[in-house]
C-alpha cells in the first residue's frame, strides 16, 4: 500500500492517543471484504447453503458477511441473479441504523440522497420487502445509470432513481420523506487500504472542502424530511469535520431535529474499513403530506392489448398491483405509491421497466424477468449455477429448449428457495435465442 500521508497519521494520533499504533498497524492488513444477502430474493440460511464462498457474520447487519474477495464475483450466477451484492462490512452500519426498530415499512417514503452505487438502497430495499416507495438520487448521470443497473439486478420493484441536485429534490419534496439517508461524499480515509487513489487526494484542503459540501447536503436533507422522519447521515471517512462536525453544525442550526444516536467503526476495532453513521430525528407530529395527484396511467389500447397479449402467453398469473405507465412505447409498472413528481425530474428508472411496443406487440425487458416481483413463467430453464448452460447463458449464447416450446423463456439458476431469475431468451424450434443485454455478457 502507498505510504499514508504524514499529516493524515498526525491528526489521527491525535485523535486516537493510545489506539494509534493498533490502528496504523491494521493498514498492514489486506482490506475486508464484505457481501450482503439480498433478502428480496434469498434468506442468509439459502445463501450460505449455496455459495461456494466461505462466509463469516460480520456482526453489524444480520444478512451481511464478511468474506474472501470472491474471484470472478461479477461474473457468477448467484450475482448476476442479484442475490447477493458486495458491500464493505462497516458501510452497513449506517443501514442497520436507519432501519433500525422499524417494523412496518407500509407507506413509508424513503430517499436516498446520494446513492451510488446503490449498497445503502439496496440494503434499506430488502428490509422494506416491497412496501412503500424509495427514491435513490446520485447527482453524477454515469453513476446514476450504474446505480439504475443494480437496481434492477437486486429485483426492487418500488425504486426510481433520479439524477438531480440535493436542492432540486428538496424543491419538489418538501417535508416529505419518512427516511432520508445521506451517505455523503468525503475525504475517504476509510478507502486507504482498498483503494490508492484516495491516498493521493487526500489533503487537509479536501478535508474541508467535503465538509463545506457535507453541510450543504444535509440543508436539502432536512428540507425533505417529514415531522417525525428520520435523517441518517453517514461517511467512510474518520475527520472529525467531516462528521462529528457536520452534525454539530447541522443541530445548532436546526433546533426541530436531535440526535438519536451516533458511532464511529475504526479498522483496528471492527472486520471492516471504517465507518460513521448519525441518527437524527425530526420533531414533530407527521402528517399526511399526501399527493392528490397520481402517476397517470396508459391508455394506448394498442399498447395494453400488447401487454395482455404478453401476459397470456408467458406468464402463469397476473401482473402484480401497480400503475401501468407508458412513455415513448416503454411500459412501465410503477407502485401505486410512487409521487407523481419523480416524473419531473426525469428519471433514469422508475418501478420495473415491462417493455417496449413494437409494432403492436410488447418486446419485454430484461428488468422484466430479473425483477420477480411475483409473477411465474409459463416457460422456464433451471440450472445449478456450475451448470456449463448458465455459463453459456451469461456469455450471450444459445440454449436448448423443449421442440413444443414458443415463446419468451425465463432462465434461473437453482437455489435452495427456489430458482432466482438471471434474464430470458426466445424459444423456436428447440433452441431458446438469448435475450440477455449485451452489457451484462460475461466471458
Not at 445509470?145 to 441536485?165: F, K, P, S
Not at 418486446?363 to 422456464?380: D, K, M, N, T
Request: aromatic share 8%; hydrophobic share 40%.
Amino acid at each position: 500500500m502507498r505510504e499514508l500521508p504524514l499529516q493524515f497519521k498526525n491528526r489521527m494520533r491525535m485523535q486516537l492517543g493510545a489506539e494509534y499504533d493498533e490502528f496504523i498497524s491494521a493498514y498492514e492488513q489486506p482490506p475486508v471484504r464484505g457481501l450482503r444477502v439480498n433478502l428480496l430474493k434469498q434468506s442468509p440460511e439459502g445463501l450460505a447453503s449455496v455459495c461456494p464462498w466461505r462466509l463469516e457474520p460480520s456482526g453489524i447487519l444480520d444478512e451481511g458477511f464478511v468474506c474472501e474477495e470472491p474471484a470472478g464475483v461479477g461474473r457468477h450466477p448467484l450475482h448476476a441473479a442479484g442475490l447477493f451484492y458486495m458491500q464493505e462490512p462497516s458501510a452497513m452500519s449506517a443501514v442497520a441504523l436507519a432501519c433500525r426498530d422499524i417494523n412496518d415499512w407500509s407507506g413509508m417514503r424513503v430517499l436516498d440522497m446520494c446513492a451510488a452505487p446503490g449498497g445503502k438502497t439496496g440494503g434499506i430495499a430488502a428490509k422494506m420487502g416491497g412496501e412503500g416507495v424509495i427514491i435513490a438520487n446520485e447527482v453524477v448521470r454515469s453513476r446514476a445509470v450504474q446505480l439504475a443497473r443494480n437496481i434492477e439486478r437486486l429485483g426492487i420493484a418500488n425504486a426510481a432513481v433520479t439524477n438531480a441536485y440535493p436542492d432540486r429534490i428538496a424543491e419538489e419534496f418538501p417535508e416529505y420523506f419518512d427516511l432520508v439517508v445521506v451517505d455523503a461524499p468525503c475525504s475517504g480515509e476509510g478507502m486507504f487500504r482498498k483503494d490508492e487513489g484516495a491516498i493521493t487526494e487526500w489533503s487537509p484542503e479536501h478535508v474541508i472542502s467535503c465538509a463545506a459540501r457535507q453541510s450543504a447536503i444535509m440543508e436539502s436533507a432536512a428540507a425533505c424530511t417529514a415531522k417525525g422522519g428520520r435523517l441518517v447521515y453517514s461517511t467512510c471517512t474518520f475527520s472529525p469535520e467531516e462528521n462529528e462536525g457536520v452534525i454539530e453544525r447541522f443541530l445548532s442550526e436546526h433546533v426541530d431535529f436531535e440526535l438519536v444516536e451516533m458511532h464511529r467503526l475504526y479498522p483496528h476495532r471492527v472486520r471492516g474499513e471504517g465507518h460513521f453513521a448519525a441518527l437524527l430525528k425530526r420533531t414533530g407530529a407527521r402528517s399526511s403530506n399526501a399527493r392528490l395527484e397520481q402517476i397517470p396511467p396508459a391508455k394506448d389500447k394498442n399498447a395494453l392489448i400488447a401487454l395482455n397479449e404478453f401476459v397470456l402467453s408467458t406468464l402463469n398469473s397476473e401482473l402484480p398491483d401497480g400503475i401501468i405507465h407508458l412513455a415513448n412505447d416503454t411500459l412501465r409498472l410503477i407502485p401505486r405509491e410512487m409521487p407523481v413528481e419523480v416524473l419531473r425530474l426525469a428519471p433514469v428508472a422508475v418501478g420495473v421497466e415491462l417493455g417496449e411496443v413494437r409494432k403492436g406487440r410488447l418486446v419485454p425487458a430484461h428488468s422484466f424477468f430479473i425483477a420477480e416481483p411475483g409473477q411465474r413463467y409459463q416457460r422456464l430453464l433451471s440450472f445449478d449455477y456450475d451448470a456449463p448452460e448458465l455459463a453459456a447463458f451469461l456469455s450471450g449464447n444459445t440454449l436448448p429448449c423443449p421442440e413444443a416450446w414458443r415463446g419468451f423463456t425465463a432462465v434461473a439458476v437453482n437455489t435452495p428457495e427456489g430458482p432466482r431469475n438471471l434474464g430470458f431468451g426466445k424459444a423456436v424450434d428447440g433452441v431458446m435465442k438469448n435475450h440477455l443485454p449485451k452489457g451484462l455478457y460475461v466471458n
